[in-house]
């Protein structure tokens, strides 16, 4: 699941990503301004520039912190990386205290599960250009194809399939489109046949729509109003309404742009037809995520000169009217400094980075208040590690008819380097189930109460019966209790069961109107940039690959700032079909003229 893996530092923010390979029906590529170009080589990634030497301090070091970081100590800045918590952010693995025996490691635990698909650019091309022993192509070697997936259906049938992808482009007329949607959602049997006909006719809206209709109309229309959910079955509403929009952008359907959900939908149909992807639908990692990549990460920033400060808070910044003067930080004693530079990249995720914004530089430019109305949820993981291995689906799992929308992965068979029960634990773990939870806020199965309402104890009870709900209810065991050794929910949650329940690690959502409040990396202030899955970037969803694509734009824009005669990185938008660009130009022109997209005939 995208969790986004996202940023961190005063307090971090969010990850995801759920899984959304097969559910995705519906979307387009955004443009923003940018032109695709193809990923460059490390090698050819000269550092030396007018400005090389001048100092940089950013603050976060999750996916957008580490991201600006490399790509500006490539270029001979002196950067400085401050980090409240730990490096890597939402994105990062953990280790469960007091977990490990006899010489094994700790058992592994994250925020979420990792999930990198295919419609990726940006966030593979960082992976390849970090060194791995072994590797010809650096950590993105680390990347393996789950084969298959399944929607586990509560007092239904289950539905397992085997991941769409083609490693060739396929042909894109509009019939080929049609099939393909209808193909993809083939498998759920129960929906009506007039109304899956309806929703694909929906997508090719969608799809043919130009920019300045999906900037505009559809960005102000929630999903459930555009696919006319209210007047449809409950199946329609389960799987394609509020299943896609709560367990792919942890938003309600009622709310929920359709400019985002279309968007990332129309580039999982293009993946799963081997267009414009940089591999299958669904990856993940062959080892816990800091092993497989945030660790190697960290190491070679080191060598190109990066420096970290681990433990260290930001607290706010200094301005003069002018410039950033300073960041005052609080060091691992809670001591206040004031640390200086020549420029400063706040990394931190949204509802933390904006804590840190004063007045005046509110003033200066209007985007940093613009970021108040951006609004983020919870979407958190829980682990369970099991003493045997649940046999389950090959892939990912998506318990769409689960009251907290529930998605999760068996994680073992995919970590072919290690035999789990040697390497982790006490030796009677063989497997890690990893849970994520994506609705806080409606009760559940047991107790009667929301995620929120419930103790760490009863949140790991109810998703442990609503997993069984999902997976027991055709006369097979499949997961039984006297088979969970232990389990872990995530520290960044606290106060749950209590009034005052926190999660310092909350993930962005899209709500109509989102896009139009997402900043630039490059500030009016002239030496304060942004990086973060909140800036307005291509994907158009908190996502590692949102956060990877901030931090190249924030470097860039300092790049712009000084003059500076380096290449700019590369920033590779979502994949837009050319044989759909006729269409969408006929659509700009009857957008232009006040009517409805040439397909939307109620």
Same mark, same amino acid.
Request: proline share 7%; charged share 20%.
């Given at each position: 699941?995208?969790?986004?893996?996202?940023t961190?530092?005063?307090?971090?923010?969010?990850?995801r990503?759920t /899984?959304?390979a097969?559910?995705?029906?519906?979307?387009?590529a955004t443009?923003?301004g940018l032109?695709?170009?193809?990923?460059?080589?490390?090698?050819a990634r000269?550092?030396?520039a007018?400005?090389?030497?001048?100092s940089?301090?950013v603050?976060?070091?999750?996916?957008?912190?580490?991201?600006a970081?490399?790509?500006l100590?490539e270029?001979?800045?002196?950067?400085?990386?401050?980090?409240?918590?730990?490096l890597?952010?939402?994105?990062r693995?953990?280790?469960?205290?007091?977990?490990?025996?006899?010489? %094994?490691?700790?058992?592994?635990?994250?925020?979420?599960?990792?999930?990198?698909p295919?419609?990726y650019?940006n966030?593979?091309d960082?992976?390849?250009r970090?060194?791995?022993?072994?590797?010809?192509?650096?950590?993105?070697?680390?990347?393996?194809?789950?084969?298959?997936?399944?929607?586990?259906?509560?007092?239904?049938e289950?539905?397992r399939?085997?991941?769409?992808?083609?490693?060739t482009p396929q042909?894109?007329?509009?019939?080929?489109?049609?099939?393909?949607?209808?193909?993809? &959602?083939?498998m759920?049997q129960?929906?009506?046949?007039?109304?899956?006909?309806?929703?694909?006719?929906?997508?090719?809206?969608?799809l043919?729509?130009?920019?300045e209709?999906?900037?505009?109309?559809?960005?102000?229309?929630?999903?459930?109003t555009?696919?006319r959910?209210?007047?449809?079955?409950n +199946?329609?509403?389960r799987?394609?309404?509020?299943?896609i929009? %709560?367990?792919?952008?942890?938003?309600?359907a009622e709310?929920?742009?359709t400019r985002?959900?279309?968007?990332?939908g129309?580039?999982?149909?293009?993946?799963?037809?081997?267009r414009?992807?940089?591999?299958?639908?669904?990856?993940?990692?062959?080892t816990?995520?800091?092993?497989a990549?945030?660790?190697?990460?960290?190491?070679h920033?080191?060598?190109?000169?990066?420096e970290f400060k681990?433990g260290?808070t930001?607290?706010? /910044?200094?301005?003069d009217?002018?410039?950033v003067?300073?960041?005052?930080?609080?060091?691992?004693?809670g001591a206040?400094?004031?640390?200086?530079? $020549?420029?400063?990249v706040?990394?931190?995720?949204?509802?933390?980075?904006?804590?840190?914004?004063?007045?005046a530089?509110r003033?200066?430019?209007?985007? &940093?208040?613009?970021?108040?109305?951006l609004r983020t949820?919870?979407?958190?993981?829980?682990? /369970?590690?099991l003493?045997?291995?649940?046999?389950?689906?090959?892939?990912?799992?998506n318990?769409?008819?689960?009251?907290?929308?529930?998605?999760a992965?068996a994680?073992?068979?995919h970590?072919?380097?290690h035999?789990f029960a040697?390497?982790?634990g006490d030796?009677?773990?063989?497997?890690?189930l990893s849970?994520?939870?994506?609705?806080w806020d409606?009760p559940g199965?047991?107790?009667?109460k929301t995620?929120?309402?419930?103790?760490?104890e +009863?949140?790991?009870? +109810?998703?442990?019966?609503?997993?069984?709900?999902a997976?027991?209810?055709?006369?097979?065991?499949v997961?039984?209790d006297?088979k969970?050794?232990?389990?872990f929910?995530?520290?960044?949650?606290s106060?749950?069961?209590?009034?005052?329940?926190?999660?310092? $690690?909350e993930? &962005?959502?899209?709500?109509?109107?989102?896009?139009?409040?997402?900043?630039?990396?490059?500030t009016?202030?002239?030496?304060?940039?942004l990086?973060?899955?909140?800036?307005?970037?291509?994907?158009?969803?908190?996502?590692?690959?949102?956060?990877?694509?901030s931090?190249?734009l924030?470097?860039?824009?300092?790049?712009?700032?000084v003059?500076?005669?380096?290449?700019r990185?590369?920033i590779?938008?979502?994949?837009?079909p050319p044989e759909?660009?006729?269409?969408?130009a006929? $659509?700009?022109?009857?957008?232009?003229?006040?009517?409805?997209?040439?397909?939307?005939v109620?």
């Open positions: 699941m995208e969790r986004t893996g996202s961190s530092g005063t307090t971090a923010g969010s990850t990503r /899984f959304v097969g559910t995705a029906v519906a979307g387009a443009a923003l032109e695709a170009a193809a990923p460059a080589a490390a090698a000269p550092g030396a007018p400005a090389a030497g001048q940089v301090v603050l976060g070091g999750g996916v957008a912190g580490l991201t970081a490399h790509e100590a270029r001979g800045f002196r950067v400085t990386l401050y980090e409240r918590r730990a890597g952010g939402k994105a693995s953990m280790d469960v205290p007091d977990s490990a025996r006899g010489g %094994r490691g700790p058992l592994p635990a994250e925020h979420g599960f990792r999930f990198i295919g419609i650019h966030l593979p960082t992976m390849r970090i060194p791995f022993p072994g590797n010809p192509h650096g950590v993105w070697d680390n990347l393996v194809a789950p084969r298959e997936m399944m929607f586990a259906r509560t007092g239904l289950d539905l399939a085997p991941i769409p992808w083609s490693g042909p894109l007329t509009l019939d080929d489109l049609r099939r393909a949607i209808t193909g993809i &959602l083939g759920f129960r929906l009506p046949t007039r109304e899956l006909a309806y929703f694909v006719d929906r997508c090719l809206v969608f043919t729509s130009c920019e209709r999906r900037n505009g109309q559809w960005e102000s229309t929630p999903w459930w555009f696919t959910a209210a007047q449809m079955s +199946e329609y509403q799987v394609l309404a509020v299943g929009t %709560r367990n792919i952008v942890a938003t309600k709310e929920a742009s985002t959900v279309g968007t990332l129309e580039a999982f149909v293009m993946n799963a037809l081997g414009g992807a940089d591999g299958p639908p669904d990856r993940i990692l062959n816990p995520t800091n092993e990549w945030i660790d190697p990460w960290v190491a920033l080191r060598t190109l000169g990066v681990i260290w930001l607290r706010s /910044f200094s301005y009217g002018a410039r003067t300073a960041a005052v930080v609080e060091d691992p004693a206040q400094q004031t640390v200086t530079a $020549d420029h400063y706040s990394a931190l995720p949204v509802e933390h980075a904006r804590l840190t914004w004063n007045a530089m003033a200066a430019d209007p985007q &940093l208040a613009r970021c108040d109305k949820d919870w979407m958190t993981g829980i682990q /369970f590690y003493t045997a291995r649940p046999d389950i689906v090959h892939g990912h799992l318990c769409i008819d689960s009251p907290w929308s529930l998605t992965i994680q073992a068979e970590w072919a380097h035999d040697a390497d982790f030796g009677t773990v063989v497997d890690c849970v994520d939870i994506s609705e409606k199965i047991l107790y009667g995620a929120k309402q419930c103790t760490r +009863e949140v790991s009870r +109810e998703v442990w019966a609503q997993l069984k709900a997976l027991n209810d055709t006369g097979k065991t997961l039984s006297g969970v050794h232990s389990w929910l995530d520290p960044g949650v106060g749950i069961g209590t009034p005052s329940p926190r999660n310092e $690690d993930l &962005l959502i899209h709500p109509t109107g989102t896009f139009h409040n997402r900043p630039s990396a490059g009016k202030i002239p030496n304060f940039y990086a973060g899955d909140y800036v307005a970037v291509p994907i158009d969803l908190a996502t590692m690959e949102g956060a990877n694509t931090g190249r924030a470097a860039n824009a300092l790049l712009d700032r003059g500076s005669t380096a290449p990185c590369t590779t938008p979502l994949y837009s759909l660009a006729l269409l969408k006929d $659509d700009r022109l009857r957008y232009r003229l006040g009517l409805p997209n040439a397909f939307d109620g």
